[in-house]
């Protein structure tokens, strides 16, 4: 799954469902020679493994090698509202809520609120840093739809907004503690954040304005201006796949249906 599409929640769930650390499982970070340490130090392998999914290649590797009785289920969301999330969480928690990072994006916090640069925001983006640039445009890749073509791995696309659902099913059958009692990921309460204008808003002067209503005021062209997925591949089967996932009431949508005409 990619970066704010419900990954870290889904760790955090496994770790308490299932008990012990899943990070040492995350078979995307540590790849198989680590995987393959792991299984000499641990005799339970666990039901449910998370990993945000990196690289397209690296998903297409592991759908080219797991065995069919594996399920993977892939958290999906739509690309400019992930977007838009990964640049609020990255301001917030990466410079406005850290009082030690140093930047040029902040010009200011206070106990209220946190001011920053409209001019150096755009820059953070068109970067790409942290979380902005880990999405399911470098993800899903042409190489990893070639494997689900070639390889007819056991998988489902999900939108991200059934994390709950889909962690109170496996809930039924390996925590029913947890049944009704989604798990998320910890995130501190942001202050107000606000972007200083490069230029005046309206009539009375004001160059202050909500960081959501700037992106919401961006959304449409943020993408396409600072070519945010310049790098994306096989669009066209990305979009037919999100055409037959979110037509689906229930959200779910199964990788076999990508082929078939």
């Not at 798990?183 to 960081?211: C, I, K």
Request: aromatic share 8%; net charge negative.
């Amino acid at each position: 799954m990619p970066a704010r599409g419900a990954g870290t929640s889904f760790k955090y769930f496994g770790d308490k469902c299932f008990g012990g650390e899943s990070y040492p499982w995350d078979i995307v970070k540590n790849g198989e020679d680590e995987i393959k340490n792991i299984l000499t130090k641990e005799y339970e392998i666990p039901k449910l493994i998370t990993s945000h999914s990196g690289s397209g290649d690296d998903l297409a590797h592991i759908l080219h090698l797991i065995p069919k009785s594996t399920l993977v289920v892939y958290a999906h969301r739509q690309e400019t509202s992930r977007a838009l999330s990964a640049i609020k969480h990255v301001v917030v928690t990466c410079y406005c809520n850290d009082k030690s990072a140093e930047s040029s994006l902040v010009e200011k916090r206070e106990d209220s609120a946190c001011y920053v640069s409209e001019v150096e925001l755009v820059d953070l983006v068109k970067n790409q840093d942290f979380e902005i640039g880990e999405g399911g445009a470098s993800a899903l890749s042409c190489s990893v739809y070639e494997e689900i073509e070639s390889s007819s791995p056991n998988m489902i696309f999900m939108d991200y907004s059934n994390a709950d659902e889909i962690q109170s099913l496996i809930a039924e059958k390996y925590c029913p503690d947890l049944v009704g009692k989604p798990v998320r990921a910890p995130e501190e309460e942001p202050s107000p954040v606000y972007v200083h204008m490069n230029h005046t808003v309206n009539e009375s002067g004001e160059e202050l304005v909500p960081l959501d209503d700037w992106l919401s005021a961006k959304s449409a062209l943020l993408e396409f201006a600072l070519r945010m997925n310049e790098k994306a591949t096989c669009v066209a089967a990305t979009r037919k796949m999100e055409d037959g996932l979110f037509s689906c009431e229930d959200g779910y949508l199964n990788s076999k249906g990508l082929f078939l005409n």
